[in-house]
């Protein structure tokens, strides 16, 4: 059984910074798509940042050049380092890949974690 388990959360003031991850488990035979994404209080969950084909990127219009995705092929891991942070940033962060299980493909999700930015 496949399971992403994030890490990383926590509470900063505006302005400051986090590095999430995001690891992989369990009988992978390849993973062609991750992806964060988070949901806000009394919001829909929205895409953030994913990488595609593990070569392009996509972001956010919100991000604006201040979160940086990266993926550890070997490990099966996803990172999201996020600066500036800002109170609308606050939300439950979560992570999903598209992955191969020997046979056949399956999207898996995190718990995810929660990233609270003060003002």
């Known amino acids: 059984q496949v399971q992403l388990v994030e890490s990383g959360g926590g509470t900063v003031q505006t302005g400051g910074s986090l590095r999430l991850s995001c690891v992989a488990s369990?009988?992978?035979?390849?993973?062609?798509?991750m992806g964060w994404y988070r949901q806000g209080p009394g919001r829909q969950r929205e895409v953030v940042a994913e990488?595609?084909?593990?070569?392009?990127?996509n972001y956010a219009d919100f991000v604006q050049g201040r979160f940086t995705i990266s993926q550890d092929t070997d490990k099966f891991a996803l990172h999201l380092q996020m600066n500036s942070l800002k109170p609308e940033d606050t939300g439950n962060y979560s992570c999903?890949?598209?992955?191969?299980?020997?046979?056949?493909?399956?999207?898996?999700w995190g718990q995810g974690t929660q990233v609270t930015v003060s003002s």
């Open positions: 999903n890949f598209n992955v191969k299980l020997r046979s056949y493909w399956r999207s898996v």
């Open positions: 369990g009988p992978i035979w390849d993973i062609d798509y």
């Open positions: 990488i595609t084909g593990n070569t392009a990127t």
